[in-house]
C-alpha cells in the first residue's frame, strides 16, 4: 500500500515538475521583451545561478565518487601504492571548461567581437533603454547548447536520484531541492538559448529540458543503480566544466562589462543572490 501511495505521489510529482521547469523558461522570454539593461540584470542573476549549481551542486556530489579513480591514477603514475587521490573531478572540470572556450576561441571569435561591438555601440545611444532586446556579447548557439546539455544530464541523474527513494520522507526532502532547481536552471537555459534560435526550435528545447527530471524520476524508480559510479560522476565533473565557463563567460562578464554605475552593481548584486539561494539548496539535496 505505502508503495503504490509513494508511485502515485513521484508521478504527480513528475507532472509537477514538468510545469515548473516550463514556467521558468517562460520567464526568461518575459523577461527578455525588457529593457537592454534588466536584461543584463537577469542573465546576471541566472550567471549566478549557474555558478552555484556548478560548484555546489554538480562538482561537490560528483568530485567525491572520483576519490577511488583518483587514488588508482597516483598510484599508477606514482607508483607509490600509498599515494593520496589524484584530484581527478577537478581536472575534468577544468578539461570541460576549456573545452568550450575553445570553440569560443577558435570558431566563434569573430561572432564574438561583433557582438560586443553591436551591443556597446548601443549602450552609447540615448534611445538604448528603448530596445526590445538585449544581445550579450558571446552569446552564442554553442554556449546556449552547452549549457541545456549540461543541465539536461544534471536533471536526468538528480532524477533518478529522487526516484530511487524508497521512503515518503526522503522523496519529500528532495524534491523540494529540485523543485526550486529545476525553476533557476529553466530560466538560465532559456535566456541563454533566446536569440539564438527560432521560437518553435527555443520551445522544443526547453520542454525537452523540462522533461529530464520526470524522465529521470520514472527510470530511476526502477533502475537508479545503473546512473551510479565513477563513470557517471566523471560525465558530470566534465559538464560542470561547460557550465561554468558558459556562466562566467557567456552571462556574469557580459553583464558585468556592458553595464554602467549603479546599473552594474545590480549585476553583481543579482549574481551574488542567485549564487547564494541555490547553493543553500544544497542544504536539502
Known amino acids: 500500500m505505502e508503495s503504490t501511495r509513494l508511485t502515485t505521489v513521484k508521478a504527480v510529482s513528475a507532472g509537477a515538475l514538468f510545469i515548473v521547469a516550463l514556467s521558468g523558461a517562460a520567464l526568461s522570454k518575459c523577461v527578455a521583451n525588457f529593457s537592454p539593461k534588466i536584461v543584463r540584470v537577469s542573465n546576471a542573476l ?88 538585449a544581445v550579450l556579447p558571446g552569446k552564442s548557439l554553442t554556449a546556449g547548447m552547452s549549457a541545456l546539455v549540461g543541465l539536461c544530464l544534471h536533471s536526468f541523474i538528480a532524477g533518478t536520484a529522487t526516484g530511487a527513494a524508497d521512503d515518503m520522507s526522503e522523496f519529500s526532502e528532495v524534491l523540494i531541492a529540485v523543485i526550486a532547481h529545476k525553476l533557476f536552471a529553466a530560466f538560465s537555459a532559456g535566456s541563454l538559448l533566446l536569440d539564438t534560435v527560432s521560437v518553435r526550435a527555443w520551445w522544443t528545447l526547453l520542454i525537452l529540458l ?63 543572490f542567485g549564487f547564494c539561494s541555490m547553493s543553500l539548496l544544497a542544504v536539502w539535496s
Open 46 to 133: 541566472a550567471g549566478g545561478i549557474l555558478l552555484a549549481v556548478t560548484l555546489v551542486h554538480m562538482l561537490a556530489d560528483a568530485s567525491d565518487q572520483m576519490e577511488e579513480p583518483g587514488v588508482a591514477m597516483a598510484v599508477f603514475l606514482s607508483g607509490n601504492k600509498s599515494a593520496e587521490a589524484f584530484p581527478l573531478g577537478y581536472v575534468l572540470l577544468g578539461i570541460g571548461f576549456l573545452t568550450i572556450l575553445s570553440v569560443e576561441v577558435f570558431l566563434l571569435e569573430k561572432e564574438s567581437e561583433a557582438h560586443v561591438m553591436e551591443d556597446s555601440g548601443s549602450e552609447n545611444e540615448s534611445n538604448a533603454d528603448e530596445q526590445p532586446r
Open 210 to 272: 523540462s522533461l529530464m527530471t520526470p524522465l529521470g524520476i520514472g527510470l530511476g524508480t526502477f533502475l537508479a543503480s545503473s546512473f551510479e559510479g565513477a563513470g557517471a560522476a566523471a560525465l558530470i565533473c566534465f559538464a560542470a566544466g561547460s557550465l561554468l565557463c558558459v556562466a562566467v563567460y557567456h552571462m556574469l562578464l557580459p553583464s558585468l562589462i556592458l553595464g554602467k554605475g549603479n546599473w552594474k552593481k545590480r549585476s553583481f548584486l543579482a549574481s551574488f
